[in-house]
């Protein structure tokens, strides 16, 4: 399977980063995880049909996380294609409501079946003859006070698992280190906890490579980068600061990043 970082910024988009939104293309198939703004346009740029799009998994309602939402339900549904189904999976039943309102504001419908909704709970949220995608939750809003769900994700398909960490707790105190209980990869955010506190835990967890993502201002640039790699340098096991455009490709015993240009 391989992964494609579209957008990897924090909360705002920066000069060099657009907000989080992470392609998985399996088989025939494409799923996102995350739909910051502008999704549909990277989909563009890199040549990613929309008819291909299965599923799209939102880890939580925050802007930067669903903002181009409208904008890929638009695009999906402008040009459609016998077959065409695309799943958006959202963590709150409040948020269909907002989609299909912006959607109304801006006259824009489509076929029956076409784009669909579907709230997601713990445990499994999708399996096909590709993969298999299971939501568990983090606590990520805590940070603001506040109860609301928010959810990462394993993925399966290919012979390897990925863990999906969406955005975490403040603390780390979240981190999905159960899901370690055999080797996995992650994809794993590095805005809202010291990364310092982070690398002790990660240290032992059967990790088979970590490309971290939704990426600080603090890691950005030239000296960002330097201090992040001297941060993560002694991890055991291969470390990506990911920026966008960039891919991850994992077969059953081997994960090959290039860089999208």
Same mark, same amino acid.
């Given at each position: ?95 269909? %409501? ?31 003859? %590709? ?85 600080? %201002? ?25 920026? %966008? ?17």
């Amino acid at each position: 399977m391989k992964f494609t970082t579209l957008g990897t910024s924090h909360g705002e988009p920066t000069l060099t980063r657009f907000n989080t939104s992470t392609l998985l293309e399996s088989g025939d198939a494409a799923y996102l995880f995350d739909a910051g703004a502008p999704v549909n346009a990277l989909l563009i740029r890199h040549g990613v049909p929309f008819a291909k799009l299965r599923h799209l998994f939102v880890t939580h309602m925050h802007e930067d996380h669903i903002g181009g939402i409208p904008g890929l339900v638009k695009s999906f549904v402008k040009y459609p294609v016998p077959g065409q189904r695309l799943v958006i999976h959202l963590p709150e039943r409040e948020g269909i %409501d907002a989609v299909l309102g912006f959607i109304r504001a801006t006259h824009r419908g489509w076929p029956e079946g076409l784009v669909s909704f579907d709230v997601i709970e713990p445990g499994m949220v999708w399996e096909d003859g %590709d993969v298999r995608i299971r939501a568990f939750p983090t606590r990520h809003l805590e940070n603001e006070r506040q109860a609301f769900p928010s959810f990462g994700f394993v993925i399966e398909s290919g012979g390897r698992r990925v863990v999906y960490t969406g955005d975490l707790k403040f603390d780390f105190s979240d981190f999905p280190r159960d899901e370690f209980g055999s080797e996995a990869d992650c994809f794993c955010e590095c805005t809202h906890f010291p990364l310092e506190r982070a690398v002790e835990l990660l240290a032992g967890l059967p990790i088979r490579s970590m490309v971290f993502i939704h990426v600080a %201002d603090r890691w950005h640039g030239e000296e960002g980068e330097a201090e992040f790699r001297r941060l993560t340098e002694k991890l055991p096991f291969p470390v990506s600061l990911a920026h %966008d455009g960039d891919e991850f490709v994992f077969q059953e015993l081997s994960c090959e990043r290039r860089r999208c240009l």
